[in-house]
């Protein structure tokens, strides 16, 4: 393999019902970085039908060039022929970086790709910068330079590792939504738009899609939520989360959740923030009698402002909080509220 003919950053544009998703718009952010530490170009592959349209979202989004992979077959996402179609991407463009999101599509499509053009593939990441590798070179060992350094919770959440594919391209990762920064929307920006057709067979199309039946939901999903008020164990129960509600409510935010009132069954998945629920970054983020395990830390340490209530004074959440009140929740909670509804 020669590294040599490999350039660009890329990344798959995921779209769905031909809206783009938003990690679509944070790895076009963070491909700018890196194309930049590169001097390289940014491109965004889209893959679906009649999807054409999105290549000036794109752009706008810091996208230089769009590749458009546009046949009726793949309006609905099915990993063999989005994997046969990105696999032939690559194969034919050479890109240095490929970016995919973490997503359910993304962790899907990622790993078989890569396995297809022969790379590796680190799952997950959470930061991405160029570096040397190994990064503290070892005996016999050769340091290489401008290599992609994809770091990643490992072990539950108690080690980084930082990872690199210093042999093989493209430097291939998936990065977890709601992580990168997507860069303000350049006005007018236009990309060079390349239509590629990957060659289908009847073999790459062998699973039909019958219906497709989407989660109807009443809140608002917690990554796009500016306030979010979180309790965790120390609510005590499902019928305690209205204390919680409530104080949304006033705040005009959005109520989550730590990783054990989900294994409790007192509230939903989606609204779980952590290594296995999501990551978020609002304005103000409670934690309502949660202790501050590593694990829920890092889904909302990049919150701006975060003020946790707990009992126990050397609980970790204390740590990570911008202002913490010792105390217990079930007066301190409707304290606050009925003072915040006063002012
Ligand atoms: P606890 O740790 O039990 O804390 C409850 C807190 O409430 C305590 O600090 C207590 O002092 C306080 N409290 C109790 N009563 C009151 C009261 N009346 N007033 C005020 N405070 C009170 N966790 C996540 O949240 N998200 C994840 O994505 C996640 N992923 C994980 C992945 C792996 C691989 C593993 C191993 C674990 C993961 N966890 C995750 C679990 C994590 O390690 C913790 O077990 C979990 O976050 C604990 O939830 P908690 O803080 O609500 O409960």
């Known amino acids: 393999m020669n590294l040599e003919e490999y350039k660009g950053v890329y990344v798959f544009a995921e ?60 309006k609905v996402y099915r990993t063999e022929p989005y994997a046969h179609a990105l696999s032939e991407v690559i194969n034919k463009y050479k890109p240095e970086i490929m970016l995919v999101g973490a997503t359910a599509i993304g962790r899907d499509l990622g790993p078989r790709v890569s396995a297809r053009v022969a790379t590796g593939l680190t799952a997950d990441c959470t930061q991405l910068e160029i570096g040397d590798f190994p990064i503290n070179p ?8 401008n290599q992609l350094l994809m770091t990643r919770p490992a072990f539950g959440g108690n080690t980084i590792a930082t990872i690199a594919c210093p042999d093989n391209r493209p430097q291939m990762a998936t990065v977890r939504p709601g992580v990168m920064q997507k860069i303000d929307k350049i006005e007018g920006a236009k990309a060079e738009v390349e239509e590629f057709n990957p060659g289908f067979t009847p073999d790459n199309k062998y699973v039909e899609i019958m219906d497709v039946v989407k989660a109807v939901s009443e809140t608002v999903d917690i990554m796009d939520a500016k306030i979010l008020v979180s309790g965790g164990r ?105 003072q915040i509804k006063a002012a």
Not at 255 to 270: I, L, M, Q, T
Request: glycine share 10%.
């Open 234 to 338: 120390g609510v005590g129960s499902p019928e305690n989360f209205r204390i919680l509600e409530e104080l949304a409510e006033a705040l005009g935010g959005e109520v989550s959740c730590s990783r054990a009132v989900v294994d409790n069954g007192w509230k939903p998945k989606d609204l779980q923030v952590g290594q296995t629920g999501k990551t978020v970054r609002p304005q103000v983020y409670f934690a309502i009698g949660i202790s501050g395990a590593i694990q829920h830390v890092a889904g909302m340490e990049e919150a701006d402002v975060i003020i946790a209530i707990n009992k126990d004074e050397t609980a970790p959440i204390f740590d990570v909080a911008d202002y913490g009140i010792v105390g217990d929740l079930n007066k301190i909670v409707p304290e606050l509220t009925k």
């Open 15 to 74: 779209q769905v019902d031909n809206k783009l998703s938003g990690i679509a718009f944070e790895l076009l952010g963070k491909a700018k970085d890196l194309a930049g530490d590169l001097d390289t170009y940014v491109a965004a592959v889209v893959i679906g039908s009649e999807i054409k349209g999105l290549a000036d979202e794109l752009a706008a989004h810091g996208a230089e060039k769009v590749i458009v992979v546009d046949d009726p077959e793949l």
């Open 138 to 145: 070892v005996a016999g060992k050769e340091q290489k330079h």
